[in-house]
């Protein structure tokens, strides 16, 4: 465990005895104001007042060294947040640096605050970076893509009426909370963009008067896993919550739909991700899912011509057929096992045929509409393509 102080010094401590214990104690020349443990390098990350960002090399803890220091900000470092082999800085200078540690460089700046950011937090399953401070929204970052910008998280019913004290992105969730000086707590859901519920830390009303403005009241937040779904606020009183799940499972799945298509006969929607399938009308009513329905995950649906059938493709080469009335198997080809599916061509005639593209192999299928059941192997032909194939069109006639 690694501890900072107002004094300017820095400890490590030792949690492996059932007295903790102190193993390196130092005073430093400033003070430090954010530390992040990385445990894949086995290093630790410090922030500093002046803006100096260290990388301590913890592998004997009774004798740390510093491997890197560089002046990364013109101001405090107040929070250090790590991605992969990334470490991302939040400093009073408005910037969001990134690091990278296997190199010591500076890959990346990240700009779009007006005031000093104060915290930093990552959700994995939506690849989205969420950075709050002295402005009184957090903001968004698709961290992967190339021009990074950030979408302003605003609930323009109950804003928040100060500045951010906490942030955080509940993993293996979609949820984000985020807390402001007012004690105002809002839960946010990042597939939409949009807050789903607010309430005040101290009194748990969720009644907010519109203009109104709370005293300051609430210095630091934290949250718990999803399991418990709990938000602990601390400031004047020490508060606990708990707070509900935002999934409606008639109108939203947890994770991203990787499969559409839609049925121009039943007018429905038909919606895929990993393991699970859902058919949908038009307006968004959830008609019936079909969950864990394939061994490994989806990759690419087509329907046939009557609108009765929808063929699914899978990582694990699997081509299933399926009734789209009842969701039934009626059907599974295993042909192309092994190599993982991209994609599936219906094609209308007598008889109709599917064609079927692998990572390495195209292959045609027979599947007349007179026996359901029968879904014949016909041929099969290497891709003469020197890396993986990753999308297919097709020309109905030729």
């Known amino acids: 465990m690694a501890v900072t102080c107002g004094d300017m010094t820095l400890s490590l401590w030792t949690m492996n005895t059932p007295v903790m214990k102190s193993v390196y104690h130092e005073r430093l020349n400033e003070s430090q104001t954010a530390l992040k443990w990385c445990e894949s390098y086995n290093?630790?990350?410090?922030?500093?007042?002046?803006?100096?960002?260290?990388?301590?090399?913890?592998?004997?803890?009774?004798?740390?060294?510093?491997?890197?220091?560089?002046?990364?900000?013109?101001?405090?470092?107040?929070?250090?947040a790590l991605i992969d082999n990334l470490s991302l800085t939040a400093s009073l200078d408005s910037t969001i640096k990134v690091t990278d540690l296997s190199r010591g460089q500076v890959t990346a700046k990240l700009e779009g605050h007006t005031h000093g950011?104060?915290?930093?937090?990552?959700?994995?399953?939506?690849?989205?970076?969420?950075?709050?401070?002295?402005?009184?929204?957090?903001?968004?970052?698709?961290?992967h893509m190339n021009d990074?910008?950030?979408?302003?998280?605003?609930?323009?019913?109950?804003?928040?009426?100060?500045?951010?004290?906490?942030?955080?992105?509940?993993?293996?969730?979609?949820?984000?909370?985020?807390?402001?000086?007012?004690?105002?707590?809002?839960?946010?859901?990042?597939?939409?963009?949009?807050?789903?519920?607010?309430?005040?830390?101290e009194t748990g009303s969720t009644q907010l008067s519109v203009g109104a403005?709370?005293?300051?009241?609430?210095?630091?937040?934290?949250?718990?896993?999803?399991?418990?779904?709990?938000?602990?606020?601390?400031?004047?009183?020490?508060?606990?919550?708990?707070?509900?799940?935002?999934v409606n499972p008639t109108q939203a799945d947890d994770r991203c739909v990787c499969l559409l298509l839609y049925n121009e006969h039943s007018n429905e929607f038909l919606t895929g991700h990993q393991e699970t399938l859902k058919i949908w009308t038009s307006d968004g009513t959830l008609v019936r899912g079909f969950s864990r329905v394939v061994s490994s995950d989806t990759t690419c649906v087509c329907i046939d011509t009557t609108g009765r059938r929808f063929f699914v493709g899978t990582s694990s080469g699997l081509v299933i057929g399926f009734a789209w009335a009842t969701g039934i198997p009626f059907k599974t080809y295993t042909e192309m096992a092994g190599n993982e599916i991209f994609g599936l061509?219906?094609?209308?005639?007598?008889?109709?045929?599917?064609?079927?593209?692998?990572?390495?192999?195209?292959?045609?299928?027979?599947?007349?509409?007179?026996?359901?059941?029968?879904?014949?192997?016909?041929?099969?032909a290497s891709l003469e393509h020197t890396s993986i194939t990753s999308c297919l069109i097709f020309k109905s006639g030729d």
């Not at 300051?216 to 799940?245: E, F, H």
């Open 43 to 80: 290093r630790l990350l410090v922030g500093s007042r002046s803006g100096m960002f260290s990388i301590w090399n913890c592998s004997d803890p009774v004798a740390p060294t510093v491997s890197v220091s560089d002046a990364l900000h013109s101001q405090g470092i107040l929070d250090i």
């Open 117 to 143: 950011v104060c915290h930093l937090s990552y959700c994995n399953e939506y690849s989205l970076l969420l950075s709050g401070g002295y402005e009184e929204q957090p903001y968004a970052w698709m961290f």
């Open 148 to 201: 990074r910008k950030p979408y302003p998280l605003v609930d323009k019913l109950h804003p928040h009426r100060g500045a951010i004290i906490g942030l955080e992105a509940i993993g293996s969730t979609p949820h984000v909370v985020s807390t402001d000086r007012c004690g105002i707590i809002k839960i946010w859901d990042v597939r939409t963009l949009k807050c789903v519920q607010t309430q005040l830390a």
């Open 213 to 246: 403005v709370p005293p300051p009241s609430v210095d630091s937040m934290c949250c718990s896993g999803k399991d418990t779904n709990r938000i602990y606020v601390s400031g004047r009183t020490l508060s606990v919550w708990r707070y509900n799940a935002s």
């Open 345 to 380: 061509a219906y094609l209308s005639g007598n008889p109709c045929r599917i064609i079927v593209f692998s990572t390495e192999v195209w292959s045609i299928l027979d599947t007349p509409h007179s026996r359901p059941l029968n879904l014949k192997f016909l041929a099969k």
